[in-house]
């Protein structure tokens, strides 16, 4: 499968004031995300995997420093374009993996029918089964959220803005989109990640300094699962 993109990633919990304020700021330097349209957002919704210790979970509440997590995520409604993802963090920097997924595999995945994904030629896909059975992991919960992307190519940078986070509690409907869902706080929070590679160029490192902020270690899945 060969080593991942080790990737730093920085997150600010910001107000809609420090957004507004950003967004002003980011559209004369950085270029929208071609994929999120006319609107320059767009919806995602994730299935994260856990099992019956809740590793992935307690991985990141006591801050283990090699960690991961699997999910199953799609974009504004669309089920042509579904991704299997394994999000992990090595001393600090963080990677991720993706294989594309059917609808049907999607299904089959969440029912525990898995004897398919043995004979697959994705490494990724192979790698999830044999942790869905030696590790006993198992779909835990949906999230949904809207996310604002930027691009700014000098050290291949990716700055996003997240909202609207809500949980659809310990549901594993991925797929029904009359589902219930809750916010994950009473106050709806504003979640800014910057990603890049080796450097972060100084006029980006200057616009997210937002009056001195500190970095969060805000997590959309440890949020979703206060409420079980």
Known sequence: MGEPKLRHEIKHNINYSDYIALRQKLKYIAKPDPNAGNSGKYRIRSLYFDNYSNKALMEKINGI???EKFRIRYYNDDLAFIRLEKKGKVNGLCFKRSARLTESQCSMIISGDLDWMKRST???????????????????????YVREPYIYEPGNVRITIDSEIKTGLSSKELFDRELPTLKTRDSDPIILEVKYDEFLPNIIRDI??????????????AQARVFG
């Open 65 to 67: 420093n090699n960690r």
């Open 122 to 144: 994705d490494p990724l896909l192979i790698e999830l089964y044999f942790k869905m059975n030696y590790q006993q992991l198992r779909p835990k919960t949906l999230v949904d």
């Open 208 to 221: 997210i300094q937002l009056d001195n902020r500190r970095n969060t270690a805000f997590s959309k899945y």
